[in-house]
């Protein structure tokens, strides 16, 4: 069986952009609207639901079609996106928690 040599999507010599101003915004408007539906949910169901799918198939067709983005910057923008939802998750755990939580009935003297 003779192995097939590996070829990567994007060569080495290719000159692409990739970290760019834009890929940075895009994917930080994507975490703070995913964050905060993820944030709502927390509080009103008390779950979570993972968005990197969502992010990544947003960046690749609106980033393609709209934005001409290239493949290492929806990279960018869905590693952004992702980054900047976990951290909105993680700020509303405790207040998911906090609120789940059963709280005493007052006592009337």
């Not at 834009?22 to 609207?33: E, R, Y």
């Not at 009103?44 to 969502?54: E, M, Q, R």
């Not at 609106?62 to 951290?87: D, H, P, V």
């Amino acid at each position: 069986m003779a192995s097939k040599q590996f070829q990567p999507f994007v060569p080495a010599e290719t000159e692409m952009k990739e970290f760019t101003f834009k890929a940075v915004l895009m994917g930080s408007i994507f975490g703070i609207l995913f964050g905060a539906s993820t944030v709502y949910l927390a509080l009103k169901a008390g779950l979570t639901v993972s968005a990197s799918i969502p992010i990544a198939v947003l960046a690749i067709t609106l980033g393609r079609r709209l934005f001409k983005t290239t493949i290492l910057e929806n990279n960018i923008i869905q590693t952004t996106g992702m980054r900047a939802k976990a951290s909105l998750r993680a700020s509303s755990s405790p207040y998911r928690d906090f609120f789940s939580c059963p709280r005493p009935k007052p006592e009337i003297i």
